[in-house]
């Protein structure tokens, strides 16, 4: 059986986690290839709404076993946090959760090296130590899952690194925010204890997903952030530091790349960047908050809230191209109701023409002026409903024209943040029923 991915084609904030929720139900594994604890995947279930940061959101499905691969950095306190908390929402984890212990760990020094770098004013991080972590992955000083719950190995490798920050401090001319030596003694004793809860998950998973896909049994790859934030299709220098698109599945788990043969894309049907650098179909002032309230556009991780623009069809494609999509998801498309028409960017006006492939110099892309058409709105609201053929024609030509500006279908829509409320969209026109 083949693996699917499932990627962001924007800057994050498609809503993955309630698509991976809906896609779980018929998968034996999830598994989690890159990122850390800035993402926030959200699944409304009833009247109960779950933020899971760390691990996948396939978790919610009982029968569903899920995997924190080793292209993650995990922060282990926030895991420990997640893990409690569905605990007490009844969630069984044992035997169903598997860390890598390959994974990377985020410690206190991350944060302090993030702060003291600055380089989160510019790139407009979450100060999660997430940099500086991956950093330190390529530069082969990091420390694994398999270091921090070992007991004296942990103490070394804290006391290596004791030393390196101290010399960075001291060049730097700053004071670190608690004496080194005090505060590694505070971290042992601290996160010793962590480390004895969350042993039991560790896992050697590179093994374990390789067996589970030779054995047949179908793996379901989901990511953090979205394709415009990956660190090398994205709007460098003002991305994340790992690879967010789907060529990351395979390293980030130690697939072989043969065994990915399906890529879905999930987009919004308007945009969200949060963070700094280009946005090119931004909307400012009064339109622009009015579009943030309405999707509720604020940060599932940190509360800030989102930058907005409608839907940029060049950056779309290029998610599409790079990624290899072969099916879209359409989500906030109730968002839209209530417009007379809405506003999609379908090319860019740059310093050397107009192009509908977006250029990848930041200072061309922040050059560049959108061009807008203006598709035909609709009213009604669709929160209700459930069947392709029961939605407004406007709707309908909406996204099916999108599918065809990408060269990409639409194969599900969302039309709210509940569970149940996604439509799944015909292969073609001719399938599609008048309503009753």
């Known amino acids: 059986m083949s693996a699917t991915v499932v990627v962001g084609c924007q800057y994050g904030d498609e809503g993955k986690g309630k698509i991976v929720d809906l896609m779980s139900r018929s998968m034996d594994w999830v598994a989690r290839f890159q990122g850390g604890a800035n993402a926030g995947h959200t699944v409304v279930i009833g009247r109960k709404t779950y933020v899971l940061h760390l691990v996948p959101s396939g978790i919610l499905h009982p029968k569903t076993k899920c995997v ?40 206190p020094y991350h944060k302090w090296l993030e702060s003291l770098d600055a380089h989160d004013v510019r790139v407009g991080t979450t100060k999660r130590g997430i940099g500086p972590a991956y950093e330190q992955k390529y530069a082969r000083t990091g420390i694994r899952v398999y270091e921090f719950i ?7 490798r804290l006391q290596e690194h004791g030393e390196v920050l101290e010399r960075v401090f001291r060049g730097a001319g700053v004071e670190p925010p608690q004496p080194i030596d005090r505060a590694i003694e ?19 998973t590179m093994t374990l997903l390789g067996d589970a896909w030779r054995r047949g049994e179908k793996i379901l790859c989901e990511g953090a952030q979205g394709t415009l934030l990956d660190v090398d299709m994205g709007t460098y220098p003002f991305v994340t ?27 919004k049907a308007y945009a969200t960047r949060v963070g700094e650098g280009p946005f090119t179909s931004e909307l400012l002032g009064s339109e622009a908050e009015a579009l943030r309230e309405q999707g509720g556009e604020y940060g599932a991780t940190t509360g800030r809230p989102r930058r907005v623009g409608w839907l940029d069809l060049v950056a779309l494609r290029h998610a599409v191209r790079v990624n290899g999509i072969q099916s879209l998801v359409l989500t906030k498309l109730d968002v839209l109701s209530g417009r007379t028409t809405v506003p999609v960017v379908i090319a860019y006006d740059g310093p050397n023409g107009r192009m509908t492939i977006p250029p990848r110099d930041p200072r061309a892309l922040d050059a560049c002026r ?44 969302s039309v709210g943040s509940g569970r149940n409320q996604v439509i799944r969209v015909p292969r073609s026109r001719s399938q599609v029923t008048a309503p009753a």
């Open 68 to 107: 924190i691969g080793h292209g993650v950095v995990v922060d282990p306190i926030e895991l420990l946090k997640e893990i409690q908390m569905l605990r007490e929402k009844d969630i069984e984890l044992d035997g169903r959760l598997f860390l890598s212990d390959c994974a990377h760990v985020i410690l």
């Open 150 to 156: 070992d007991p004296d190995r942990f103490r070394q």
């Open 186 to 204: 505070e971290w042992v004793d601290e996160y010793s204890k962590v480390a004895d809860q969350i042993r039991g998950f560790v896992s050697e």
């Open 241 to 267: 530091s790992s690879t967010t698109t789907a060529a990351g599945a395979a390293s980030g788990l130690g697939l072989p790349p043969s065994a990915i043969r399906k890529v879905v894309g999930i987009c």
């Open 370 to 413: 959108p061009v807008i058409e203006e598709r035909p709105g609709w009213s009604d609201d669709l929160s209700k409903v459930r069947r392709y053929p029961d939605l407004p024609e406007a709707v309908r030509d909406y996204v099916e024209w999108v599918g065809e500006q990408v060269e990409c279908p639409v194969g599900i829509v």
